[in-house]
C-alpha cells in the first residue's frame, strides 16, 4: 500500500481548558487535493498551527509521508516537506518580491547556509526563484518591496514563498480571502495548475473556492469534525447549510 | 551580477586605499586619532550585522570590544606573552563566552535583549574595575607592548595607522560578504518575519546566535587592535556608555547598511574627542547631539540618500 | 538585487569620500598648527638620542650637580635663542565632569591663581595654559593628553588629581619624553625606583607618605590601641590602609576589622555596621570627595561618631570640610597642606584664592598651585629655554624652594619631600576648621618612624 | 547577630529607596514599553531641586513637593515634546533618554557645580532609636516603613481605583483598551509624569542617606533597572519585592564578597531575564 503524504490522527489542541481542536483525523494520499471549510473560530487555522507545529498538540500524531513528525520543531518538518501560508500575510516587508521568493528557495536547495559568497551565486535557489515568479506571474513586481505592493499581489507572494521551497505538502491557509472577483479567479487557476504530486490541504471560507480546489473536503465546527466527503455530498447536506446560514 | 559584488570588493580596496593617503596631509596627532575613529567605525559596522541585520539592539557591545582587549593586555603584560599570540588567544576566547551565552540572549528581543545585554555588559565591566591587580581596577593596564611586525612598522603613529586601515579594510570586507550573502538575506528575513521563517524551514535562534557572536568576534579584533594602538586599557572602555556609543553609531548611520555605521562611527569619534577638548560642556553637546539625532535622522543617514531615490522613482512613475 | 550591491557599493565610496574629505579638512587645520609650532616636530629627532645624555646626570642630579647641567644649558643657548619664540604652553590636566569633578576645578584655580601672580611670563615668555578635561578616566585622559602633546605640542603637562589618570599619563609621558608634574594623584609606582620616569614629578604625595607617618602617629602620640581601616577598594586606596597598618602595628597597634566599600560609594551603613565600636579605638580612613560627605554622615547616624577616632589621609580640606560640618568633628588628619599652616605665604595664598574663587583654599588647590609654580621656577631656571624638554624635566627635579606650604625638593624619582603636618578638625563659630596639632618633617615616599 | 541585623535593616533601606525609584520606571516601562534612561536624571534633579527649596525655606516637606514637581514638569515636558519618538524603536528610545539624561546631569552640574552635596534629615527625624538590640537611624526606619505604607497604598490605588485599572488595561492590551475608550495618549502622559514625579520625590527623600553628588543618577538608574526587570515590567507587586531582594543582594554582597559585587548584583538579573523573560511578576518583555 503506499504511505498517504499526509496523516492526522486524534489531533488535540487545548488554550486554558478549552479545546480549540478536538481529536482531529484526516488522511491526504499523495497529490491529493483537500479542502478544511467551517465558520470562523472553527477551529481551521489552529489545526494548521498543530500540524506544522506553531500550535502545541495536546494529544494525537501527525505524520509526514509515513514519518512521525508530532514533535517535531516547525522548522524541522518544513525541511521535511511541509510547507504552509498564513491568512493573514506573513511575509519580509521591507525586502523585495525575489528576496521573499529567495529565502524560501534557500532553505529548500540548503544554500542559505552559505554566507561568503554573494546571493547571486547560489544559483539554484535564483533559478527555483526565478522560475516560481515566472509560475505565479509576479516577474513585473520582482524587485520592488513587498510592503509597497497591493493586497492581491501580496497573497500571490504569500503562496509563491511557499511553494518556493518545493513542498511535498502545501497548506494553504484562505488563499483568496479578502480578495476581488477577479483575483480569487486567478489564485484557483493557479492553485489548480500546480504540479500534480505535489498534495495540498486548502482552508477557505468560501464554499466554492473549497468545491473547486478540492477532491475531499472536512467540514469543522467548534473544533470537531462535523462530516468529510466530496464536494457534492456537503453541498447537498442539510446540517452544513444550516451551520453556514448560522454563521452568516 | 558578480561584477557587482566584485565592484563592492574593490571599493573597499580603492576606500582603503585612500584613507591610507591620509599621512601624507595629516599631523599625528589626527593621524592618532583616526586611527582609534576607524577601529570604533569598524566595530559600529559590526555591531550593525547584529542591530540591523540581525534585529537585536545590543547595549553591551562594548563588553566583547573591552573583553578581549583585557585579555591581550594581562597576557602581555603579566604572561609576557608574545602580542600577536595573546590577541589571538584573547579573540578566539572572547569568541567562544560570545557564543557560550548567545543562544540565551537571543531567546530575548527588544527590551528584553537590551536589558540582558546592558546586564552582561556591567557584570564584564564589574568584574574589570574589582578585578584587583589582574585588571588594575580603575587604574587600568599600561605599557601593552605592540606586535613586532614587518620591520616593526607599528612603532610609529603612521604605520599603525596604515595598519590600522588594512584591517578595518579587511573587517569591513568581510562583513560586507557575510551581510550580502545569502547568510544575510535569511538574517533580514528573520528580522522582518520570524514565523514565516521558521515556517520556511530556518532554525531562527541558531541564525540569531551566529550572528550574535560573528559580531562579538568582529568587536574582540579590534578589540585587540585598540589596545595595540593605545598601549593602555581602562575599564570606561567596558562603561554601557560606550556601549550606547556603539548603538548611536548604528542608528545614525542607519541599519542594515553597514557603511553608514562606519561612517558614522567614525565621525561621532572625532566629533566626542574634538569636543571634549573644546568645552566643559561636551556631556550636554553629546546629549543634544543625541536628541536630534533621533528627532532628524530616525533612520539614518542613508535615509537621506533612499528618500531622494524613491523620489526620483516616483517622478519616473509619473511619466509612465 | 542588483541594486542592493550597486547601492553598497555607492555607499561605500561615499564613506571613503566622506572621510577623507574631512581628512583634508583637519589636515589643513592642524598643517598650520603645526608650522607655526616648530618646536613639535623637531625635537623628536634631537630628544630621542637625548635621555642618554642627561642619563649620566640624572643618577644623581642633586644639587651640586644639575645646577652646571642648567647653566651649561644656558650658556650654551643663550647667544643663539636669547628668548624662544612663540609661548610657553603648558597642559592642564584635570577633571572637569565626572565624579571628581569638585577636585579638577579646585585644582585647576589653585594652577591659574598661580600663573596670574607672575602675570603669565616666565623669563620673558608668555604662558599659555591649554586646558584638558580628563573626567578622571585614564582613557579620556590619554586622549586629551595626545591633544596636547601632538596637536597643541605643549611644553610641559601638570595637574591629574586622581591616581589612575595619573599613572596612564605618567607613562605616557616617559613614552612621549614630555616633563610631567603631578598633583595629588598619589599611586605609588609612578616615582617608586622600578618604574620612576625622569620625564615625571609629583608634587604631592604618593600613596602611603602621609599614612606611614599617621599609623605610626596613631599609636604612640594618640595612644590608639587598635584600628579599623576603612578605605576605598581599588588600587591607592588599599595601598595607603596597608601602609597606615604597617606602621600602626610596628608601633605595637593592632589592626582589627578592614572595610573595604566600592569606590565612589554613598551607601557606606553595612560597613560601619561591620565596626565594633566597643574594640575599636581609631579607625583609618580613605574615603574622599562625594564619598566622604554620606560617610560622616552615615558614622552620626549610626551613632558611631562619637565611639571611634577617625584618621585619615588629609583630604577632608576646603569644600568638602564646610560640606562636612560638625559630622567631621574630631578627625584627624596628616597631609602636606592645611589652610590652618601659619606663614605670611599661606595667609597670602589663601586671600589670594578666596579673593579668586570666593571660595576656601584646599589641599587641591594647594598642590595645583605648587605643581604650577614648580613648572614655572623649573623653566625660570633655565632662562624660558624650553627647546630641550629633557633638560625641563630634569630642572625639575634639581628645585628646592620654599612654598606656602612649606619646603619642598625633590628625590631622584621625581617624588616631593615635604613636611606633614597632622590636623584635627575643631569647632569654630558656625562652623569647623582643621588645627595643626603637629608637624613631622621631610617625609619623603619610604619613612622610617623615630627611635 | 549584631552584624546581620545591622546588615537586614540596611538592606531594607536601600531596598526602600529603590522601591521608590522603580515604581515609576516600572509601569512607565510596562505601560508605554519605553525605557526611560533619563528616570536616573529626574531622581537627581529632583534632589538638587528639594536641596535648593530645603535650603532657601528650611522645610523639608517643602523640598519634597517641589522635588517631585519640578521632576513631575520636566517628565511631562519630555513625554509631550517626544511623544512620537518615545513610541517608536526601541533603540530610538533609548538613545533619545539617554541623551536627555546626559543634558540633564550636565545642567546640574553647571547649576550647582561638582561639590557633593549634603542634605540634613529633618529635625524630627534625625538621630537614632534602638530597635532589634542594635541603634539604628530614625529617618531610615522610616523609609523602610514608608516604602511599605507607600507599596501598600500604590497597590490599593493599582488594584482598586478606576484609574488604576484604566492603566492596567493599558499595560495588558494597548488596542484593547483603546478599543473599550480609554484615552491611552493621555493616560501615557499622566503616568509618565508621574514616574518623573515619584523618582524626584524620591531623589529629595534618598539624599540624607544617599547624598548628593554628580554620577548619581547612572548609579541609581542602573540599580532602578534591575529591580524593574527582576520584579517584571509593570509590576508593582514585583517591584516591591524585587527591591527588597536586590537590596538585600546588593548590600550582603558588598560587605561579604566586595570583588564579586558586580556579579552578585547583575547576575540573577540575567539568569531571570533567560529563565524567566518576564521577570518575576510581570508579562514578557518587548
Redo the contacts between chains.
Sequence with gaps: MTVSALEVRGLTVQYEGLRAIDSISMTVPKGGRYGIVGPNGAGKTTLFNAMTGFAPIAAGSVTLGGADVTTRHPAVRARMGLARTFQITHLMPTL?T??NVMLGSLSMTGESRSWWR???SAKLSVANTSSVIEMLDLTAVA?TRVAELSYGDQRRIEIAVAMATRPEVLLLDEPAAGLSAAERESIVELLLNVPDSLTTVVIEHDLEVVFALAETVTVLDGGREVMTGTGDEIRNDAHIKEIYLGAE | ?TS??F??DI??L??GA??A??PL??????I???T?ALIYGAVAAGLDLLIGFGGLPSLGHAAFFGMSAYGTAMLTTQANIDPLAAALISVVGTAIVAAAVAPFFTRLWGLGFITVTLAFGQVIWGLA??GGSRT?????I??IPRPKLIADVLSTETGFYVATVVLVAAV?FVI?RIA?SPFGLSLLGIRDGEQRMTALGYRVNVRRSVVFTIAATSAAILGTWFVFF???I?P??LEWKQSAGFLLAVVIGGRA????P??AG??LT?LE?VL??ET?L??MVLGIFYVIAVLVIPDGI?SI?SQLVSLVSVARGDQK | ??????G??Q??????G???L???A???S??D??SSEPD?PAPAEPETPDPTTPEPETPDPTTPETPDTVAEVETTDAPEAPVQEGPIKIGVLNP????F??F??QSNAGIELYFEGIENTVSGREVELVF??T?G????A???A??L???EGVDAMIGLVN??AA??IA??AD?NEVPLIIAVGS?AGITLPENASDWVSRVSVASGQEEAPLGWYASTQLGCASAATMAW???SGNERAAAFGETFTAAGGEIGSEQ????????Y???I??LDPGSTDCMYTFVV??GS??FF??ME???VAGEIVPVGSGFVTA??LD???TTALGLVQSGQYTPSFDSASNAAFIADYSAKTGSEAGVYSSQGFLAAEAIALAIGALGGDTTDLSVVASSVRSLSFESHAGPIAFDENGQAIRDLYITRVVESGDGVVQEVIDTIEDVGQTWTAPG | MR?WT??VL?GL??GAILFFVTVGLTVVTGLMRVLNLAHGALFLVGGYAGLATIEATDSFVAGLAVGALVSGLLGFAIRQAFATALLGHTFHQVLLTLGISFMLG?GI?QVF??????LLAPSYL?G?VDIFG????R??LMLVVLSMVAGLALWLFWERSSIGAMVRACVDDRPMAAAMGIPVERVFSVVFALGAALAGLTGVMAA????L????DF?VLLLAVIVMVVGGMGSLTGAFIASMLVGMID?MG??KF??L?SLTLFAPVILILIVRPQGLLGRPLA
Design positions: 523585495s525575489f528576496e554573494s546571493r547571486s524587485d | 551580477m557587482t559584488g565592484q563592492r571599493s573597499v580603492v576606500g585612500v584613507l593617503m591620509a596631509v595629516l599631523g599625528d596627532y589626527w592618532g586619532l583616526l582609534q574595575v574589582r588594575g581596577g580603575e587604574n587600568g599600561v605599557r569591513l560586507s550580502h593605545n598601549q593602555f581602562g570606561s572602555t547598511s553597514l557603511w553608514g562606519f561612517a567614525v565621525l572625532l574627542t571634549t577638548g566643559t561636551w556631556p542613508v540618500r | 538585487m542588483r541594486r542592493r550591491t550597486y553598497s557599493t555607499r561605500l565610496a561615499i564613506a571613503v566622506v572621510i577623507s574631512l581628512a583634508a583637519c589636515g589643513d592642524d598643517s598648527s603645526d613639535e572637569t565632569s565626572g565624579n569633578t569638585v579638577g576645578e584638558a578635561d573626567a578616566d585614564p582613557q579620556q590619554l586622549e586629551q595626545r591633544r602633546v601632538d596637536s591616581s589612575a599613572l596612564a607613562d605616557f613614552q599611586a577598594d581599588f588600587v573595604r566599600p566600592p569606590p565612589n560609594a554613598t551607601e551603613g553595612p560597613f555596621a561591620a570627595g562625594p560627605v554620606a554622615q552615615q547616624d549610626f551613632g569644600g568638602i560640606t562636612l560640618g | 552584624f545591622f546588615q540596611n533601606t536601600s550636565n552640574l557645580g561638582g561639590t557633593p552635596r549634603r534625625s537614632s542594635v541603634t539604628y537611624p529617618y531610615r540624607p542617606v544617599k547624598g553628588h554628580i554620577g548619581l548609579e548590600v558588598q560587605v566586595p570583588e559585587s
